[in-house]
């Protein structure tokens, strides 16, 4: 039957382990792409970003690489921690669209201790 | 800086009330957005500002849902009457413009009964 309610990817790993969120965006002239964090009962909060003159970029513990000929971005965690649970969505900017960012749907990070 | 300041953090009101909710953006940020959050569709982008201006209104649900910006630092959002199927977290976020990130607010939680 029909589910209800946003029915969200899920991946569980455990604590230490390294985690990859994957997201397939939909526009291939999108030149600009985020990856957001969102924690229970918190806003969206920014993560890391890259444009798409770059395949790679990385940060303090998360790396976003983007694959323009499949239109993928991922987002790897290294040494995940009970910390990191949360929802984690990608945004994607097309130029042709002012300053809208196009979110998808989300996957939800949950850390076994 | 104290980031995207928004206001109540909890709404309940009864259905046929007006609900107003308020955002102050990022100062210097010239764009502005509300996003609705609900389990059934996940983020959606109501209505977007730049420089004050009402850019896209598109997903602006209904005419009950009213958004204004009367100058660079305040906005609100305001649905007449309302009902429980507007019940939803109600994010509003800024942004410095395009090809740059949004930085959300930590959202109103809206119970309509």
């Known amino acids: 039957g029909e589910s209800v309610g946003l029915h969200l990817p899920t991946l569980s790993v455990q604590e230490g382990d390294n985690s990859i969120i994957n997201c397939a965006y939909s526009?291939?002239?999108?030149?600009?792409f985020i990856w957001y964090k969102q924690e229970s009962g918190k806003g969206p909060q920014f993560i890391i970003d890259?444009?798409?003159?770059?395949d790679k970029r990385q940060g303090q513990r998360v790396t976003v690489l983007l694959n323009k000929t499949v239109k993928h971005l991922s987002l790897q965690i290294a040494a995940t921690q009970p910390g990191d649970s949360a929802v984690y969505f990608c945004?994607?900017?097309?130029?042709?669209?002012?300053?809208?960012?196009?979110f998808g749907g989300g996957t939800r990070l949950m850390v076994k201790p | 800086d104290a980031g995207v300041i928004q206001s109540p953090r909890h709404e309940v009101t009864e259905m046929g009330q007006e609900v107003t909710l308020r955002c102050k953006p990022i100062s210097g940020h010239n764009s502005l957005f509300w996003y609705r959050q609900t389990m059934m569709r996940g983020l959606e982008l109501l209505i977007y500002f730049n420089n004050n201006v009402p850019i896209d209104d598109s997903g602006m649900p209904e005419d009950r849902f009213s958004a204004k910006m009367p100058n660079a630092s305040f906005s609100t959002l305001k649905i007449q009457p309302s009902e429980p199927r507007d019940s939803a977290v109600y994010f509003c976020a800024s942004s410095l413009g395009q090809g740059a990130g949004y930085t959300f607010g930590s959202g109103t939680r809206l119970t309509v009964v």
């Open positions: 890259i444009r798409s003159n770059m």
């Open positions: 526009n291939s002239a999108s030149d600009y």
């Open positions: 945004a994607e900017n097309y130029n042709n669209a002012g300053n809208m960012l196009t």
